[in-house]
């Protein structure tokens, strides 16, 4: 991938949560629900999966159709599939994939997780298990520690 990956978390409302991603000329914008899964609890799970060389997926319901994002890992490089499927037992149709390397695809992700906090003015959704983002940033450290 040679363009700049960015996500961004907005303010969840009532439940929902706007998400925007873009890489070089693709951009996704949604409203990602908190049921049935937390998707941003599943995508620290996905990371931190990710950074250890497995793959994860993380599931952005949006009632009914979700956008399904797969992290693969082999060494280095790290694939993302983005793919819809408009209803439960509907097949995934694929968006877009994206390769490159941990700093390009899994750290934008962690950045703006690391920058999430849903305002205590919306109890409904909840936040990330403190424990497992911890556990995500010290992997990150580690990584980075490593190509020093």
């Not at 409302?13 to 693709?26: N, R, T």
């Not at 983002?133 to 990150?140: A, D």
Request: hydrophobic letters at 40%.
């Amino acid at each position: 991938m040679s363009g700049k990956l960015t996500i961004h978390f907005g303010a969840p409302k009532h439940g929902w949560l706007p998400v925007s991603l873009q890489a070089e000329d693709f951009e996704l914008q949604f409203e990602a629900s908190d049921v049935p899964v937390n998707p941003i609890e599943e995508l620290c799970s996905a990371l931190i999966l990710a950074l250890q060389g497995a793959g994860a997926k993380t599931s952005w319901h949006l009632e009914p159709e979700w956008y399904h994002f797969s992290f693969a890992s082999d060494n280095e490089l790290v694939t993302l599939h983005i793919t819809e499927q408009q209803g439960y037992a509907a097949r995934h149709t694929k968006i877009i994939c994206l390769r490159g390397s941990i700093e390009s695809i899994v750290l934008p992700f962690y950045r703006a997780l690391k920058g999430f906090t849903p305002p205590n003015s919306e109890p409904d959704w909840p936040t990330v298990d403190a424990a497992k983002l911890k556990k995500l940033t010290k992997l990150v450290k580690e990584w980075k520690t490593s190509r020093s």
